[in-house]
């Protein structure tokens, strides 16, 4: 699976966006771009996927770059609760493939 | 839907012991379900995927024989920490695929093991 680069952390202010970027410089043609976040000491969460198109959803918006080179995760309008660990994965849309966890980016929203 | 349970959520053992922990899926039937560790700080380190009636896939660095992965049934799998040291204390989570679609696993909620 081809690696993935994020910051280490990131602050929002709470009602605000938050634009999470990701490079995946070696993606392959076959490969997904997943964004997964963790909540401090529970499960990961599913966020969203995309190839190469953008895509959105109740969560969240994914933005890929027409190389497919990077990818930015927005959060229209951060809450508190959005407060977490985000992990951008790249991996094959095979149902069952592994992934593989980066170091992700903190987020804090600040009130 | 697509809820995943694990059981116990918190377990304290004594070294040298073995702990079992159960990994659910609740309204769906889970294909491939996998095992994860995560150490303080750090990030989810992939231990093992499991095939529903088929053996387990072990990353490199796993002994498949201190981790005991089960996965009889298209609900359930379990992870057996066997002989637990104070080494083996952890946050252990596993996820779960559907089996169709794209590559979206479902998380448990997690085990926190500590090992005495």
Redesign the interface.
């Known amino acids: 699976d081809a690696k993935t680069t994020q910051p280490t952390s990131m602050d929002c202010a709470e009602g605000r966006a938050a634009n999470l970027p990701c490079n995946h410089s070696t993606i392959s043609g076959n490969e ?1 771009v ?1 964004w997964y976040r ?1 909540i401090h ?6 966020i969203i ?1 995309g190839l190469k198109n953008n895509e959105t959803n109740e969560m969240a918006s994914l933005i890929i770059t027409e190389d497919r080179k990077s990818s930015t995760l927005i959060l229209p309008h951060a809450t508190l609760r959005d407060t977490a660990v985000y ?1 951008c994965i790249v ?14 980016t903190q987020l804090t929203v600040n009130p | 839907g697509a809820v ?1 349970s ?1 059981h116990p959520s918190r377990v304290i053992c004594k070294s040298g012991t073995s702990v079992k922990i159960e990994c659910r899926s609740l309204d769906f039937q889970a ?2 379900m ?1 095992w ?1 560790r995560q150490f303080p700080k750090q ?4 231990m093992a ?1 499991s ?1 529903e009636g088929s053996k387990a896939t072990y990353e490199q660095g796993v002994e498949k024989d201190k981790f005991l992965i089960n996965h009889a049934s298209l609900t359930l799998s379990t992870l057996t920490v066997t002989s637990a040291h104070p080494e083996d204390s952890s ?1 252990y ?1 596993c ?1 779960a ?14 085990t ?1 093991l500590t090992v005495l």
């Open positions: 997904y997943y963790q000491s529970q499960g990961p969460q599913y996927h992990y991996s094959k849309e095979t149902s069952g493939s592994r992934l593989t966890f980066g170091e992700g | 995943v694990q294909t491939t996998f994860y990030s989810l380190m992939l995927t095939n946050f989570i996820s695929s559907r089996g169709q679609g794209y590559n979206e696993q479902f998380f448990g909620p997690g926190r």
